[in-house]
């Protein structure tokens, strides 16, 4: 089935299973265009996302209308947002209509920052996303992206992007594996 969140899921509860029925029948729509109102933004370890299409409203990346209080920001507005510890794992998610499919980093204030250690991102579909289909970021490290499908991104289809903050070591030993990155 299809379910509307009007806002962004906050996750701080570590190992658990989110799983849908499959991506062509699980649908999360996040339907609140304005900024940072859509994704999962976490802090978690041990968590398996699976089996869903996630969808949203949002067409732009950067705001350029009232959903911003200031425009030319960032929407902050990204299906996976933030650290998923260590051990977590995307299996068979589609993301679309999202600024990025997944960045991993944790600078967002009023949280510490904080990485993402050892996550799997496979057999994944991130597509018409208007900026990056994947960002390890800010010290991510032992990560994997294998059998992704990203297509149709405003930016970087898959990326790493070193820390820009001393509390945090730089992201290293990540691997993207049988990709497909499309334009």
């Not at 869903?52 to 209308?65: D, E, H, K, P």
């Not at 490290?141 to 070591?169: C, F, H, K, Y």
């Amino acid at each position: 089935g299809k379910w509307d969140f009007d806002n962004k899921v906050v996750l701080n509860t570590s190992n658990i299973g989110i799983k849908g029925a499959g991506m062509w029948y699980t649908n999360i729509n996040y339907s609140n265009p304005a900024q940072f109102s859509g994704g999962i933004l976490a802090r978690v370890n041990g968590v398996e996302v699976s089996d869903i299409y996630f969808s949203t409203v949002n067409n732009q990346r950067l705001c350029r209308n009232m959903a911003c209080p200031v425009g030319g920001e960032y929407m902050i507005y990204k299906a996976f947002m933030g650290t998923w510890g260590k051990n977590s794992k995307f299996t068979r998610v589609w993301a679309e209509h999202f600024e990025v499919g997944a960045w991993l980093g944790g600078y967002d204030a009023p949280y510490p920052v904080d990485y993402t250690d050892g996550l799997v991102i496979s057999q994944a579909r991130f597509r018409n996303n208007y900026a990056d289909g994947v960002n390890f970021s800010q010290g991510t490290m032992n990560s994997v992206v294998e059998q992704t499908n990203i297509r149709n991104g405003g930016d970087d289809g898959l990326a790493m992007w070193p820390s820009n903050s001393r509390a945090v070591p730089e992201e290293v030993n990540n691997i993207f594996r049988y990709n497909t990155v499309e334009h």
